[in-house]
Antibody
């Protein structure tokens, strides 16, 4: 069964960093574009970033470019999101999602909660 | 503020039909696919409609999508209590080189 499992979330102070991971299994991870999406408490979905199968194209939402960095390791079936200079407003559940060729995010992880608070 | 505009809420009684709109521009909906997601509390989003009007296998035909110009719509007919959820539209924006989500519509089944 295809599955995505995020990890690495937790409670951090403003200005600190975190590295989120997304472990993929049950499908050919190296052939898919992957995405990160977040959802602040009680708020809507916010797309963060996408990375193509071979990491040749990487996109970010404008407001987070420079602080967040996406990467992947196809040999380890893993996706990563480095979060730097965290702010209170970065508090959210962070999801990784698999993207199909017709642009749907057909597989999502359960999410990992990042809480930024002093 | 989302560049894709959805009504924040919608409501209807069981059995009725409800339509949720998603308004964008020529750089997103007007030129790229629209996907719709359903999200119930505490769960990850689920694809309802992709490529503007296509339903994944397993999604009831009560759900339908359409697109015209720079707007898209999700219609839910024969409303059921389990349809109570948040609904999001999304499209790629070619000017931003990024994906946009609508602000979401909370559907209440009265």
């Amino acid at each position: 069964e295809a599955q995505l499992v995020e990890s690495g979330g937790g409670l951090v102070k403003p200005g600190e960093s975190l590295r989120l991971s997304c472990a993929a299994s049950g499908f050919p991870f190296s052939t898919y574009t992957m995405n990160w999406v977040r959802q602040a408490p009680g708020k809507g979905l916010e797309w963060i970033s996408s990375i193509t199968s071979r990491s040749d194209l990487i996109y970010y939402t404008d407001s987070l470019r420079g602080r967040f960095t996406v990467s992947r390791d196809n040999a380890k079936n893993s996706l990563f999101l480095q979060l730097n200079s965290l702010r209170v407003e970065d508090t959210a559940v962070y999801y990784c999602a698999r993207e199909t060729a017709d642009e749907r995010f057909d597989l999502w992880g359960q999410g990992t909660l990042v809480t930024v608070s002093s | 503020q989302s560049v894709l505009t959805q009504p924040p809420s919608a409501s209807a009684t069981p059995g009725q039909r409800v339509i949720i709109s998603c308004s964008g521009s020529s750089s997103n909906i007007g030129s790229k696919y629209v996907t719709w997601y359903q999200q119930s509390p505490g769960t990850a989003p689920k694809v309802l409609i992709y490529k503007n009007d296509q339903r994944p296998s397993g999604v009831p035909d009560r759900f339908s999508g359409s697109k015209s110009g720079t707007s898209a719509s999700l219609a839910i007919s024969g409303l059921r209590s389990e349809d109570e959820a948040d609904y999001y539209c999304t499209s790629w924006d070619i000017s931003l080189s990024g994906r946009l989500f609508g602000g979401g519509t909370k559907l209440t089944v009265l």
